[in-house]
């Protein structure tokens, strides 16, 4: 062999060393899901890799499949879906070889999509709403999460969700293209346009929500020391796969509650659930209902002032509460949470509707440390059986709990699954 050819090989083998060494000394792309100014308004779905604790990590060299479903990207209109891979902390797409911030390949709409359906249980006046996805071609849709919204008051009434793979919801037999298929279609019929501001208004900025408090308790003499308002999820992104988490984002799925409350008690009950979904093993046996009950209050020189916030409309919860549903044991629990850290010792036993089951439920791992679930301070917690518990929250459908029995023998203390 030449000395000519030789050095061609060498110089080849030295090549390649270095585009490898480049790769592997490059920093990854990292996608921050829970980041909104990290990604794309309209951020389309990553089919490869899979998300992990929020983020997505693309090493670099690595390929990434984008997708926006149904829809078409911003950057390239006539496609769905496109190629990239991850060069220096941006992405090289491979059709046209330009090197993009992940920013500039948001999809013309957004993925996910909050719409009105038919939901089982939720009957006129009261509105159903479903979480889906729009599938590309003729793939349809998939069902991510079912609610009941009351317009007139402002609030979601109750949600469900699933642990199925790909948190699919089971529906009814029904007619997909008798629901409109776009939130801008159906723009005035979920919230008319001031209730939707209004909406969107409180639960995007806590201080601006705080000031309005302070406005309408203004003539009153009530102390609120150091507690706020912030705005808390019923179902909670832990309860999802993947990127489906992002569902949980839309404005329906959100309570104004105290931010003791928030952090304490009722994050450790989503924590709770969000292990026994893991635990069940995704195989679509377990439900989770969330929802709200009642307007909180405060007591003031004048007697008590109603937590509305807007107009006569969106209260404060009393109440928010998850119901967890085991479909192939027929049990089931019911756990609410008081959200009033001001309650007084005097009417703690009025507000627990329920004798308490929290101390004999072993799947409450950071619900009972510490027995933190009996203070009110993180939101009074008590667990109820689900017929004495629908007997006292109507928001929560009966008839989805027909198959449990009564008392103890229906209890979800165990995961039977």
């Known amino acids: 062999m030449s000395n000519i050819k030789m050095r061609e090989i060498f110089r080849a083998l030295f090549l390649l060393f270095c585009i490898e060494f480049a790769f592997l000394t490059e920093p990854p792309c990292v996608i921050e899901l829970e980041c909104a100014e990290c990604i794309p308004d309209n951020m389309p779905l990553v089919t490869s890799p899979r998300a992990a604790n929020g983020s997505v990590l693309v090493p670099a060299g690595a390929a990434l499949q984008l997708s926006c479903g149904a829809g078409r990207l911003l950057a390239y209109p006539l496609r769905s879906a496109l190629a990239a891979v991850c060069e220096a902390g941006r992405f090289r797409v491979q059709d046209d070889g330009a090197l993009r911030h992940l920013l500039e390949l948001g999809c013309q709409e957004n993925v996910f999509e909050d719409a009105l359906h038919s939901v089982e249980f939720c009957a006129s006046p009261l509105q159903g709403r479903v979480y889906r996805t729009m599938e590309p071609d003729s793939q349809g849709s998939r069902h991510l999460a079912a609610l009941c919204f009351d317009e007139d008051r402002g609030v979601t009434t109750f949600a469900h969700a699933t642990d199925a793979p790909g948190n699919a919801l089971r529906l009814p037999?029904?007619?997909e293209r008798g629901a409109p298929l776009s939130l801008f279609g159906n723009f005035n019929r979920m919230f008319d346009a001031s209730t939707r501001d209004a909406a969107e208004k409180l639960h995007s900025d806590d201080e601006r929500t705080n000031r309005r408090l302070r406005?309408?308790?203004?003539?009153?003499?009530?102390?609120?020391?150091?507690?706020?308002?912030?705005?808390?999820?019923?179902?909670?992104?832990r309860y999802y796969e993947d990127q489906n988490a992002r569902v949980t984002e839309f404005v329906s799925n959100k309570a104004i509650v105290w931010r003791s409350v928030a952090a304490g008690n009722l994050r450790h009950l989503q924590r709770d659930v969000a292990r026994l979904l893991r635990a069940a093993g995704r195989r679509g046996a377990l439900h989770v209902f969330a929802g709200t009950h009642g307007a909180g209050a405060l007591r003031t020189a004048h007697g008590r002032a109603p937590l509305l916030l807007r107009g006569g409309r969106f209260p404060v919860p009393r109440y928010v509460w998850t119901v967890v549903y085991d479909e192939r044991s027929a049990r089931a629990l019911a756990v609410a949470v008081l959200n009033d850290p001001f309650v007084a010792v005097s009417e703690i036993r009025e507000s627990v509707f329920c004798e308490s089951a929290c101390g004999r439920v072993p799947w409450l791992h950071e619900l009972r440390r510490a027995r933190n679930y009996e203070s009110p301070l993180y939101g009074l917690a008590f667990c109820c059986e689900v017929h004495n518990f629908t007997a006292a929250v109507p928001e929560m459908p009966a008839g989805a709990l027909a198959a449990v029995p009564p008392g103890e023998r229906g209890m979800l203390t165990e995961l039977y699954t």
Request: proline content about 8%; aromatic content about 0%.
């Open 173 to 175: 037999p029904h007619d």
């Open 215 to 237: 406005e309408l308790l203004k003539h009153e003499r009530v102390s609120l020391a150091d507690q706020t308002l912030t705005s808390a999820r019923l179902l909670s992104p």
